[in-house]
């Protein structure tokens, strides 16, 4: 169904993120839903009524210890010099821990103070007083007691402290019921085959699991296709059944964007778009009594929505408190620009170095989830703020804990698989520590190190004219502090060409004859410094390379890029494999690992060096086609101000 001009989505509104969150919040109007269940299904259930014991724990008087239970005067008098004997059954008998204590016994002496005089009598050698060691009849709590008030949020031991108190069921509040329905042409199920221009469709199994988690209880409806009846039909629906309904997709302002059009036809739109970055197409209405929620499709977007808004919906209906994130003060080792008039949510890697804390803006693209999965915290810049300087200090809330963070790995440098194998045998080890790692170029890895904004840098940069690895560089931008060089493996460097290719590429005077698309890497990246060497060697100028500032940031994006565009790349000969580009190998390069002095001696250090050393470690490398290391190659240690040792 094509859209009439008229028809086309405007923004109802821009209004601030907690503007938005007090209309949501004053239109939840639901009755709340009760239900029994038995205690031993009750945890992280939220309590509808106070629960008051229905007996007394201990509801006996109960042996304290092991030992042995007797009159507390029948001891008295005993001590090192004038023991006293005791008859068993007359004046003790035998007792363990939680047993009850006869009536006609007061006290309880731990069988480490008694001695066997013979098989019907002991010797004590210490006066009992009365009482001691017993618990008294509700010494934990006693019948009729509070348990726990309305509205607790029971956990696993909670559980216990119920069955003790005689209680084996509870009401509690019903879990939400929230439906999401996922919509658009585009999207098609995991489980199918993904042509081009079709996404898989996942963030309604996101939403299922977070809404699971904060304690609702969530429903994934099929998907439905842009057309106006159809997604009518399951709102309507949706709503009949439901506590919330979430709609993802078609809250912009695109030509198939209904949603906005048939909640003001059937209910009342109260918000639509607000003033954050990214996160803005969000729409919040009522069908009847139901609320529905319209949230965007990129994902960063949409699980940023989710959390502002049904979120607080669910704590709302089981009235339990927002659980709230950690926060951290830390350094900016980027700078950060942003609009004002927007509040902008930035997901950011965060590493503790020398003792601080650095953090680094990831991929702001609202479509990356990998930035969400792989972030550490998350910044917000405020509505009236343009952004922050490099070196600046900011607050995060974290998403890992501190901990973590602390004792993660910040690797930074050039892009290489065996990072990512490195971060995977760290796993095996069940070591306490992960590895962060940001694929920016060799030469913006070497500056990392300078300005103390990463433990690990790993390099490749070939020196024109000497045309050594990574030596002349450590020399002329680290010359001011003590770095240590670790030689680690050797990698082959060779052309891209793609998988069906029916042409054949030897030189770079080839490249310009064939007129192809050349993908390149980003600046200050080795291999772009070795493309950059050839071209000079050859007298060829970057405008004639077609492309030539079309830049990736990994080898593997310049092998889909290959693939894509049917052009050329330069890269390493694994990444090729693995994306099934054809490979024309040029020159093998040095891949090594560069640190401060300081860091290399630190137990952080020190355990690096053992696991790139590791026999596992070597023998998944040298599976690598393309990749060698060499067995006799030492660390090297470059003094500040100094030649090479």
């Not at 008098?77 to 007061?106: M, R, S």
């Not at 009594?289 to 669910?314: N, Q, R």
């Not at 962060?436 to 890895?445: F, N």
């Not at 770079?508 to 060497?533: E, H, M, Y």
Request: proline share 5%; hydrophobic share 40%.
């Amino acid at each position: 169904m094509q859209m009439h001009a008229s028809e086309r989505t405007i923004y109802l509104s821009n209004i601030l993120r907690e503007d938005a969150l007090e209309r949501w919040i004053s239109q939840f109007q639901q009755p709340i839903r009760i239900e029994k269940i038995a205690v031993q299904t009750a945890n992280q259930r939220v309590l509808a009524q106070p629960v008051f014991s229905k007996r007394s724990v201990p509801h006996y008087h109960a042996a304290a210890m092991d030992g042995i239970c007797v009159r507390a005067e029948d001891t008295f008098g005993a001590d090192e010099n004038c023991p006293k004997l005791l008859k068993q059954k007359e004046q003790f008998e035998y007792i363990d821990t939680g047993q009850k204590v006869p009536d006609h016994f007061d006290s309880v002496i731990m069988i480490e103070y008694v001695h066997i005089y013979d098989d019907q009598t002991l010797e004590i050698r210490t006066p009992a007083t009365p009482w001691q060691h017993i618990r008294p009849i509700g010494e934990d709590f006693q019948q009729g007691d509070l348990l726990f008030p309305q509205y607790h949020q029971l956990r696993p031991a909670d559980l216990g402290m119920l069955l003790a108190g005689g209680i084996l069921e509870v009401e509690v509040i019903a879990r939400p019921f929230v439906t999401i329905i996922p919509t658009g042409n585009e999207i098609v199920s995991p489980a199918e085959e993904v042509e081009q221009g079709e996404i898989v469709e996942f963030n309604g199994t996101v939403f299922s699991a977070f809404i699971d988690e904060w304690g609702g209880q969530s429903d994934l409806s099929p998907i439905v296709k842009d057309d106006k009846n159809l997604l009518r039909a399951a709102l309507l629906s949706a709503v009949e059944k439901s506590d919330l309904v979430i709609i993802n997709a078609g809250s912009s302002a695109g030509s198939r964007d209904y949603t906005v059009h048939i909640l003001k036809e059937i209910g009342e739109v109260f918000v639509h778009g607000i003033a954050t970055r990214p996160g803005k197409p969000v729409i919040l209405a009522k069908v009847n009594e139901t609320l529905v929620v319209g949230l965007p499709g990129y994902p960063v977007s949409a699980y940023l929505g989710l959390e502002w808004f049904v979120k607080p919906f669910i704590e709302m209906y089981l009235q339990t408190r927002p659980k709230q994130k950690e926060k951290i003060v830390a350094k900016l080792g980027r700078r950060i620009v942003s609009d004002m008039g927007s509040e902008d949510f930035i997901r950011m890697n965060i590493g503790y170095i020398n003792g601080e804390f650095i953090a680094n803006p990831r991929s702001r693209f609202a479509g990356v989830i990998r930035s969400v999965t792989h972030s550490d915290g998350l910044l917000i810049v405020p509505v009236s703020c343009m952004g922050y300087e490099q070196g600046e200090k900011v607050e995060i809330l974290l998403e890992r804990t501190r901990k973590e963070i602390e004792e993660a790995y910040i690797v930074t440098g050039s892009h290489d698989i065996c990072i990512d194998l490195l971060e995977v045998e760290l796993n095996k080890q069940k070591k306490a520590r992960h590895l962060i790692s940001s694929h920016v170029g060799s030469m913006a890895g070497v500056m990392a190190i300078q300005k103390g904004e990463a433990h690990i840098a790993g390099i490749h940069l070939l020196d024109p004219v000497t045309g050594i690895y990574n030596d002349t560089y450590i020399k002329q931008f680290l010359s001011h502090m003590d770095i240590v060089r670790i030689p680690f493996l050797k990698r082959m460097q060779g052309w891209f060409l793609p998988k069906n290719a029916d042409f054949h590429i030897e030189t770079v005077q080839d490249i310009v004859k064939s007129a192809r698309p050349f993908v390149n890497r980003q600046k200050g990246a080795g291999t772009r410094i070795l493309f950059d060497l050839l071209l000079k060697e050859n007298g060829i100028l970057p405008s004639q390379i077609k492309g030539y500032n079309r830049e990736m940031y990994t080898h593997i994006g310049v092998a889909v890029e290959v693939n894509a565009t049917n052009g050329i790349g330069l890269g390493i000969k694994p990444a090729a494999y693995e994306m099934g580009c054809q490979f024309v190998p040029i020159c093998e390069e040095s891949y090594d690992w560069i640190m401060t002095q300081e860091f290399f001696e630190s137990e952080k250090g020190q355990a690096w060096y053992e696991l790139i050393q590791s026999d596992s470690v070597i023998q998944e490398i040298e599976k690598i086609p393309g990749y060698r290391i060499p067995r006799d190659l030492q660390v090297i240690h470059y003094p500040a101000n100094t030649s090479v040792k």
